[in-house]
């Protein structure tokens, strides 16, 4: 029978701070991959900690082999500072990191900045011994859920395609392997198979999101054959974005741009309304529509940074400015 426990990697910070990472340990009692499915490495993206409590509750049920690994809440501190880094403050962008962008950092250092200390933890108690890594992210709202895989892992291009998700971005070898790296390429450089899925939303935690992301996650384990059942909804169209044209689609006028109700990743017809906008200078409708059909791959008047700041989530639309990309063609598996 599968037995989980609640464990803890204990990550010490300079300051002699203890802090305790909580962690799922599902065993099933037999030899099998290790898979270790991690999220929130960035503060405010979080829905895959639910994705992933899902998936915990029916691999306690029904793990047929090996090990599971579940960390739900990665960079600790920054999730209880409610932001991507723990060095993040007001509106201060995702780059501007001083170091401590969690996903650079793999796979830690004891030495290290007080995050560096939180990944060599985590990195100590389940990913050195993992086999396989399923790295939960969140893009912002506008942009679709994709998954992030690198070419020259064919594990990885296997979990992508099993995934289901939608939008495949596909990332050829870096030209040196190095580390610090992200988690991913950590794997993927040791010959271990990775992949990042963008469970698109910040800062909340969406039904829609979760589905998605617990979907993936029991694909990947069912075809691990960690889990009986078989794979679900392959026949879902995948798009791959290196063989797909994104069409952007920019406001013929300033004023606000007001969506017509779509969601990222729904297929549009050419000529279907993506919605209008309402002009500040004479209070015109204008209308806005799908230049081709396609995918769309984002959706919505935003702008740079707008996954820490919220005017640029302002749907006050500047001449030109993108409100939305339908990906045209780039199909891949499906039926
Ligand atoms: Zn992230």
Known sequence: MPEVQVKHALAVLTDGTEIPIPYWHVTSGSEGPIFLITCAQHGNEVNGAEAMRRFIRVAEANLLRGQVYGVPMANLPAVRKRRPHISSGPEKPYGDDEGHNMNRTWP?????????????????????????????????????????????????????????????????????????????ALFNNSGRAAVTIELATQYTIVEREVRRGLHAA??????????????????????????????????????????????????????????????????????????????????????????????????????????????????????
């Open 108 to 184: 830690g250092d004891p030495e290290g900045n007080d995050t560096e200390r939180l990944s060599y933890a985590i990195h100590e108690a389940c990913a050195k011994e993992a086999t396989h890594c399923l790295d939960f992210h969140s893009w912002s709202r506008f942009s679709a859920t994709g998954c992030i895989f690198r070419t020259d892992s064919e594990g990885s291009v296997e979990m992508a395609r099993v995934s289901a998700i939608r939008f495949l971005h596909p990332r050829p070898a870096p030209e040196r392997m190095s580390t610090p790296c992200t988690l991913g």
């Open 218 to 335: 029991l694909n990947i384990a069912r075809w691990l054959q960690m889990l009986p059942g078989e794979l679900e909804d392959l026949d879902e169209p995948q798009i791959d974005l290196e063989k797909a044209k994104v069409v952007t689609v920019t406001a013929p006028r300033a004023g606000l741009f007001v969506e017509a109700g779509w969601a990222t990743g729904d297929f549009v017809e050419a000529g279907s309304r993506l919605g209008h906008i309402l002009s500040d200078e004479n209070l015109e409708t204008v209308e806005v529509l799908a230049p081709v059909s396609g995918y769309l791959q984002t959706y919505g008047a935003h702008r740079a940074d707008c996954d820490v700041a919220l005017p640029a989530q302002h749907p006050y639309t500047s001449v030109g400015e993108t409100v939305a990309a339908v990906a045209e063609g780039g199909m891949v598996g499906g039926q």
